[in-house]
């Protein structure tokens, strides 16, 4: 029988990606998504969706009833590393109370794998770049505060309950899927590459959040990766939790780094126009580097990225096209 695996955030940008490629591996897919961030578009035809919050442990528990789970992945989550700053308690009910809700239903039902949606925003402030996973943890934004505060309880859980994770640290998702059906949807947009593309269709300026950084050019840069690596990551980490191995933090990027106004230009190139930019004032919880070290995910996962910035843009572009249409 294939696996029937669940999937917290199905219905958001990376989750639906996850979705995607394990319906084309042939797994059996439940995805759980109260749709607050998560869209009705991007739910997979082919998976079994239940709209739930993740707090509704009831809920929870009964559908862990209904299905024999295999392995959870769990993206359910506040994403927005700005928005953070100012809704801290709502970050921390949603991404932290939340996940504790899901592993209690969890060991309750028996299932003891689970991969976690974690980010490079637990790194904070980088000592050294690039970023290996003994790097030490000290966000410095909400956000980052609530991934690495999940990565404990993950911790906690393996050793009273012999629960095994896998938290995949994810760099700065970008693209969309081969066939540009799922991709990324925020409303509002606050992500780089999808503000860019559409704020330049309607001729209109993109905001430079600080050109004052200690970087080439003064503005921020990132590790982007594609989110159908990403995605094939998550396959791979199914198969390795289905091993016996242990639990693990894994970085998710591809060793190169993109300033803000490398990006511009990328876009300004793939759109084939010029891309207006202004300069504003720093945004909170912004370091001004991360660029990950991947030899972790190549030893243990055997996964390696295989699409590049030009991939990502592209991408992206023919989604956000389609989205317009
Ligand atoms: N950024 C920007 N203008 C925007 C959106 C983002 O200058 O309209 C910068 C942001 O400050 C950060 C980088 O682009 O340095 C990537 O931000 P994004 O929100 O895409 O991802 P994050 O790094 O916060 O996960």
Not at 62 to 77: G, P, S
Not at 186 to 204: D, F, Q, V, Y
Request: hydrophobic fraction near 35%; charged fraction near 25%; aromatic fraction near 8%.
């Amino acid at each position: 029988m294939n696996k029937e695996i669940l999937i917290t955030g199905g219905a958001g940008y990376i989750g639906a990606n996850i979705v995607d490629l394990l319906i084309k591996k042939k797994y059996k897919v439940v995805v759980i998504d109260n749709l607050s961030t998560g869209n009705k578009s991007l739910i997979h035809p082919d998976a079994i969706f239940y709209n739930v919050d993740i707090s509704d442990k009831a809920k929870l528990e009964e559908i862990f009833r209904m299905h024999i789970i295999d392995t959870v992945i769990h993206l359910a989550a506040l994403s927005s590393v700005g928005e953070s700053a100012k809704k801290p308690k709502k970050y921390f009910k949603n991404n932290v109370k939340g996940g504790l809700n899901l592993l209690e239903a969890m060991v309750e039902n028996e299932c003891k794998k689970i991969i976690f949606s974690s980010s490079a925003a637990v790194y904070g402030n980088p000592q050294y770049v690039p970023i290996n996973e003994d790097h030490p943890i000290n966000p410095i934004s909400i956000y980052g505060e609530t991934k690495a505060t999940f990565e404990e309880k993950l911790k906690l859980f393996d050793k009273q309950h012999d629960l095994k994770f896998l938290s995949l640290r994810y760099f700065n998702a970008g693209g969309s899927s081969d066939d540009n059906r799922f991709g990324e949807i925020h409303i509002p947009e606050t992500h780089l590459i999808p503000s860019i593309l559409k704020l330049a269709a309607k001729n209109r300026e993109i905001s430079i959040f600080g050109d004052d950084y200690d970087t080439k050019d003064g503005t921020c840069i990132r590790d982007y990766i594609h989110v159908v690596d990403i995605a094939e990551a998550h396959i791979l980490g199914i198969e390795y939790l289905g091993n016996n191995a242990q639990s693990e933090m894994i970085n998710l990027g591809t060793e190169k780094g993109y300033s803000v106004k490398e990006i511009i230009n990328l876009c300004s190139k793939t759109l084939e126009k010029s891309v207006k930019s202004k300069i504003e004032p720093r945004r909170k919880g912004d370091p001004p580097i991360l660029i990950a070290s991947c030899g972790k995910a190549k030893k243990l996962l055997n996964w390696e990225h295989k699409k590049t910035i030009h991939h990502i843009i592209e991408s992206a572009w023919k989604f956000e096209q389609k989205l317009s249409i």
